[in-house]
């Protein structure tokens, strides 16, 4: 149980062009769906918190304008990153809690390398 | 949350030996604190989680400790395998301003490695 996906697993786009990942919660409903970005040798740093029906809450420092999140269903949030450029090449990682679990863990999804030339 | 720098702490151990993977938390108003293991090129997947009402907890070949008194965390491995090479990664929950908006923060991270 508490599997969750990510698609595309990796991306490659040029500067410029905006690209969308898909986060799922596969055999749960999550109400409140995590997007982490993590460069190499680093920690996960939190981006923002996608609630489904709502609008995300970004954390500081991250632009709205450019990181889309939509969470437009119990099992599904996307985010999309826009006019995207090489320094937004990152391994971008969702996660999900389970609403019903009555615990705070949250389950991840297997990342998405993203690189932008 | 904690600062993050370039340089993972390491752990290197012997096929077999028991690991102890330390973390010191930030906030002494954590009050759920959970164990990641992420590989390379992977998503961190849940080990063990622990309340902060509880000492410690104990999992298949984990155990989890907490000492709240100097905010720090362990986990403990038994009989440590090739397959728990990894980095690991206590996270503790911060719930702002109580309520259902609630976080987690990321600790550095520890890289262990199993030494066959």
């Known amino acids: 149980g508490a599997v969750v996906s990510q698609h595309p697993s990796w991306v490659i786009c040029k500067s410029g062009t905006s690209v969308k990942i898909e986060c799922r919660s596969l055999?749960?409903?999550?109400?409140?769906m995590f997007w982490y970005r993590q460069f190499p040798k680093q920690s996960l740093m939190l981006m923002a918190t996608s609630n489904e029906g709502s609008k995300a809450t970004y954390e500081q420092g991250v632009e709205k304008d450019k990181f889309l999140i939509n969470h437009a269903s119990l099992t599904l949030s996307t985010l999309t990153v826009t006019s995207a450029h090489p320094e937004d090449s990152s391994f971008y990682i969702c996660s999900a809690r389970d609403s019903t679990s009555g615990t705070w863990a949250q389950y991840f999804g297997p990342g998405t390398r993203l690189t932008v030339t | 949350g904690e600062s993050v720098g370039l340089h993972l702490p390491t752990l290197s151990v012997q096929e077999g030996d028991n690991s102890i993977i330390n973390c010191a938390y930030s906030?002494?108003?954590?009050?759920?604190f959970i164990w990641y293991k992420q590989e390379s090129g992977k998503g961190p997947q849940f080990i063990i989680d622990i309340r902060s009402n509880m000492d410690k907890r104990q999992g298949q070949r984990v155990t989890v400790l907490l000492n709240k008194t100097v905010k720090h965390l362990s986990l403990q491995i038994a009989a440590t395998q090739p397959g728990d090479s990894a980095v690991y990664f206590c996270?503790?929950?911060?719930?702002?301003?109580?309520?259902?908006?609630?976080?987690?923060?990321f600790g550095k991270g520890t890289l262990l490695t199993v030494n066959p």
């Open positions: 906030n002494s108003a954590s009050d759920y």
């Open positions: 055999d749960f409903q999550a109400t409140t």
């Open positions: 996270a503790e929950n911060m719930t702002p301003g109580g309520g259902s908006n609630y976080k987690l923060t």
